[in-house]
T-cell receptor
Framework: GAGVSQSPRYKVAKRGQDVALRCDPI?????LFWYQQALGQGPEFLTY????????KSGLPSDRFFAERPEGSVSTLKIQRTQQEDSAVYLC???????????FGPGTRLTVT | GENVEQHPSTLSVQEGDSAVIKCTYS??????FPWYKQELGKRPQLIID?????GEKKDQRIAVTLNKTAKHFSLHITETQPEDSAVYFC?????????????FGKGTHLIIQP
């Protein structure tokens, strides 16, 4: 079946611009996670949804980062007033339930110039 | 919170030999330990995972062992092949009642020499 998809795959933003990154989870997957992966590093947890409820946002680095999943399916990660340090690959993962067996999307590579 | 350490950062083995990657974790309440393989520019792929109620799990050439007392777990790949070349990440989770994400190690770049 179809895996997790993300769009856009690449995004170049000028410093100060707002960006929105989209994640389409595997159909039927209740849990959705966002991670940030810097070059040469492991993914770092940002936030977690169970259906439409955002149960954990402890990993969001600042109040410029905002995520939503209004209908319990597609999720959007928004970054306001982008900074150079926001440059990274943003990965989305989904699972049937909670933290177990997460399947990742291809990521969105964000470059802030 | 959880802290996961992974060693080595780079591992080079001859094709056909075995490879072992080791990880330690800090939170004794963690109960889920997956391993991901990531090829350059690609998504992380779940290759095997283990929960804290078992000590070992195998899937063909791949096995994972867990020592809860020592808080470490390892990935074993036997009969390595060129397509095993990639970056491998260990991770831990599960101490937050399910409402938390994975904490990843820094990765091991596995190189299979022909």
């Amino acid at each position: 079946g179809a895996g997790v998809s993300q769009s856009p795959r690449y995004k170049v933003a000028k410093r100060g611009q707002d960006v929105a990154l989209r994640c389409d989870p595997i159909s039927g997957h209740v849990s959705l996670f966002w991670y940030q992966q810097a070059l040469g590093q492991g993914p770092e947890f940002l936030t977690y949804f169970q259906n439409e409820a955002q149960l954990d946002k402890s990993g969001l680095p600042s109040d410029r980062f905002f995520a939503e999943r209004p209908e319990g399916s597609v999720s959007t990660l928004k970054i306001q007033r982008t900074q150079q340090e926001d440059s990274a690959v943003y990965l989305c993962a989904s699972s049937l339930s909670t933290v177990y067996e997460q399947y990742f999307g291809p990521g969105t590579r964000l470059t802030v110039t | 919170g959880e802290n996961v350490e992974q060693h080595p950062s780079t591992l080079s083995v001859q094709e056909g030999d075995s490879a072992v990657i080791k990880c330690t974790y800090s939170d004794s309440a963690s109960n889920y330990f997956p391993w991901y393989k990531q090829e350059l520019g690609k998504r992380p792929q779940l290759i095997i995972d283990i929960r804290s109620n078992v000590g070992e799990k195998k899937d063909q050439r791949i096995a994972v062992t867990l020592n809860k007392t020592a808080k470490h777990f390892s990935l074993h790949i036997t009969e390595t092949q060129p397509e095993d070349s990639a970056v491998y990440f260990c991770a831990g989770a599960g101490s937050g009642g399910g409402a938390d994400g994975l904490t990843f190690g820094k990765g091991t770049h596995l190189i299979i020499q022909p």
